[in-house]
């Protein structure tokens, strides 16, 4: 009796709930939470260009990583124990999966770098399979895994530079040169910024033959034409450049985009540049961090990228010691805390202060400004800054700064 009583009850119970509207119960999102996986030691490591076309640009880099960590253990190190670095070489695909096999066998956590995308990508899959966050200074990820991050500027900074340099009343018959596979997501960015250009085409690895292109831009008899392509492609670069002088285009009609634009002007004709706009991602490096830059390192020909690879040093710092947790998971899960979303501060000393200021609800609770400004990384693990600088070219074919966004 009793168990057929019973089945009455589920009955019951299951006909009431059949006869009455109840509000779905809300699902609490899931918190996503991180194995610790750390050591007491954060162990930071350096996957630069030392010997390839970008390799200007990574002394200045290297100052900055540097400077960081000397920061990092005057101010106590993490979690009371100094930060170790190690720098390898990234120069290419080859060998940066030599060095990043190196710097595991160091026990990083994290990397700064690869300086390429192409190496970028190589390298990402390694470093999820060992556990090793990357944030890279100058370049974005193909395919990035939840370990994968940039402080670089993305196109849409560019693209907001081009449209800032391009004289508005040519914003209409614009045209856009690219190098092959260079800037792939520029034009949609350029869309989306205003400026759809006229005539968008590529130029090629070892070409030197640019007749058809400079025709194509006289038919379509465009106003401003803005030209993107590495350091790597300096003689393709020049010799469009003298196609385009002396097909009658003359340098206020050019937009040179990126770092490499300062090694243009000295394969032209001298004072043919006079009047170029030049574009590169990124704010100027500010004049006291500059000099801490050129302090560490007397021999630099220029600080672009110092400040964004200082800034992903803290960053790191920062996010291993919200994570309490110095392993490179720990460190990817957090660095977007550390970046945003809190109580501003301009250095990890400073950010420590915050985060130790419970009376203020601030336990977990910072936002780090850098030396290259906003430091906030978006979904994507990218940087979303929109910060670029503006130059302008002398007489003497040499880009001079005259405005910062």
């Keep these: 009796m009793r168990r057929v009583g019973t089945l009455l009850l589920i009955a019951a119970t299951v006909a009431l709930t059949g006869c009455t509207a109840l509000e779905p119960t809300p699902t609490p999102t899931p918190t996503v939470t991180v194995a610790p996986s750390g050591d007491g030691v954060l162990r930071i490591g350096t996957l630069l260009d030392l010997r390839g076309g970008s ?57 700064i770098g690869p300086s390429s995308t192409a190496v970028a990508d190589v390298v990402s899959p390694l470093a999820a399979e060992a556990g090793v966050a990357l944030i890279s200074p100058t370049a974005t990820f193909t395919d990035p895994s939840a370990l994968d991050f940039s402080t670089a500027q993305t196109p849409a900074a560019l693209a907001a530079g081009i449209v800032d340099a391009v004289p508005k009343a040519t ?65 393709e670069t020049t010799s469009l450049l003298n196609a385009l002088l002396a097909a009658g285009h003359e340098g206020s009609s050019l937009v040179l985009l990126g770092t490499a634009m300062r090694s243009w002007g000295s394969s032209v004709p001298a004072g043919s540049l006079e009047g170029a706009a030049g574009v590169a991602a990124g704010a100027v490096t500010l004049p006291a961090f500059g000099n801490q830059l050129r302090q560490s390192d007397p021999g630099l020909t220029t600080s672009r990228f110092g400040a964004e690879a200082y800034d992903a040093v803290v960053l790191a710092a920062i996010a291993a010691t919200l994570a ?30 915050v985060l130790s200021n419970v009376s203020a609800g601030a336990k977990d609770d910072v936002d780090y400004v850098g030396q290259s400004g906003s430091a906030d990384l978006d979904e994507g693990g990218n940087s979303a800054a929109r910060s670029f600088t503006l130059y302008r070219f002398t007489a003497k074919n040499a880009p001079e700064v005259v405005a910062a966004d």
């Design 55 to 111: 390799r200007a640009q990574s002394p200045a880099q290297i100052a900055g990583i540097e400077i960081a960590v000397r920061d990092l253990n005057r101010a106590g190190g993490y979690g009371g124990v100094p930060v170790e670095l190690f720098h390898r070489d990234g120069s290419d695909a080859a060998a940066a999966t030599k060095s990043f096999a190196a710097l595991v066998e160091k026990g990083v956590d994290v990397v």
């Design 171 to 235: 914003l209409d018959n614009a045209a856009l040169i690219t190098f092959e596979g260079d800037a792939a997501d520029l034009q949609g960015e350029l869309d989306d910024a205003g400026l759809t250009p006229t005539v968008a085409t590529t130029f090629a690895p070892g070409q030197t033959d640019f007749t058809q292109l400079v025709a194509g831009l006289a038919e379509a008899d465009v106003a401003s034409i803005v030209i993107s392509a590495p350091n790597a492609a300096k003689a």
């Design 324 to 353: 309490d947790d110095d392993g490179g998971p720990s460190i990817a899960h957090h660095l977007r805390a550390a970046s945003s979303g809190g109580i501003p501060c301009a250095s990890f000393a400073e950010c420590l202060d």
